[in-house]
């Protein structure tokens, strides 16, 4: 089981990015699936879940009205729509998938994690 992450890069404050979890080995379908950021010297923080009809979406605080979340569960692939980027955002993001039924913020719901995918937003 895989979750690969990428669409990260360098933009300037102001701009979007478009972050992709593409899934392999088992369809994550019926799971929730999270984003979660760490910016360096910091802990991993919660950025966006959404649930596995797509119905229900959380955001952190700084993000909402930024960012949002979707899913194309025939792609098994998550996305986050970043706009509006800022400085803080800066971070390595990582998809995750909580297979158990859980949903939440906390990355312990989560027990699948892709590899990261740098996001850095220069001022």
């Known amino acids: 089981v895989q979750l690969q992450a990428y669409g990260g890069g360098l933009v300037q404050a102001g701009g979007s990015l478009r972050l992709s979890c593409a899934a392999s080995g088992r369809t994550f379908r019926s799971d929730a699936m999270g984003w979660f950021r760490q910016a360096p010297g910091k802990q991993r923080e919660f950025v966006s879940y959404i649930s596995g009809s797509g119905s229900r979406t959380s955001y952190r605080d700084s993000v909402k009205g930024r960012f949002t979340i979707s899913r194309d569960n025939a792609k098994n692939t998550v996305y986050l729509q970043m706009n509006s980027l800022k400085p803080e955002d800066t971070a390595v993001y990582y998809c995750?998938?909580?297979?158990?039924?859980?949903?939440?913020?906390?990355?312990?719901?989560?027990?699948?994690w892709g590899q990261g995918t740098q996001v850095t937003v220069s001022s």
């Open positions: 995750a998938a909580a297979t158990s039924g859980v949903e939440g913020s906390s990355p312990r719901a989560y027990d699948y």
